[in-house]
Nanobody
């Protein structure tokens, strides 16, 4: 069964760091663009970062300079390194794959979604 599973969330203080992982099984992650999304309570899910099959990376303005997306093809895993965390980064974080190599997924155009991992940033 093809799936992606997120991990690495937790409780961290303001200014701290976390690294999230998105591990794929049943398919090769490198064949698709992968994105990280997040959803805070009472808010819509939003895309925050994407990496395509050529290694091009994209970031939402609110996380530029603080978050870094990367991939390890040998481990079939994509990571999201999050530094300088703020209370507004508190959310459930999801990864999702695109149907394509070089087109980032959106909330409405994705192939596989994970179950999410909670990130809580305390003031």
């Amino acid at each position: 069964e093809a799936q992606v599973v997120e991990s690495g969330g937790g409780l961290v203080q303001v200014g701290g760091s976390l690294t999230l992982s998105c591990a794929a099984s049943g398919f090769t992650l490198d064949n698709y663009a992968i994105a990280w999304f997040r959803q805070a309570p009472g808010k819509e899910r939003e895309g925050i970062s994407c990496i395509d099959s050529d290694g091009n990376t994209y970031y939402r303005d609110s996380v530029k300079g603080r978050f870094t997306i990367s991939s390890d093809n040998a481990k079939n895993t994509v990571y999201l390194q999050m530094n300088s965390l703020k209370p507004e980064d508190t959310a459930v974080y999801y990864c999702a794959t695109s149907e394509y190599r070089n087109v980032c997924p959106t909330t409405h155009t994705s192939r596989y979604w994970g179950q999410g991992t909670q990130v809580t940033v305390s003031a």
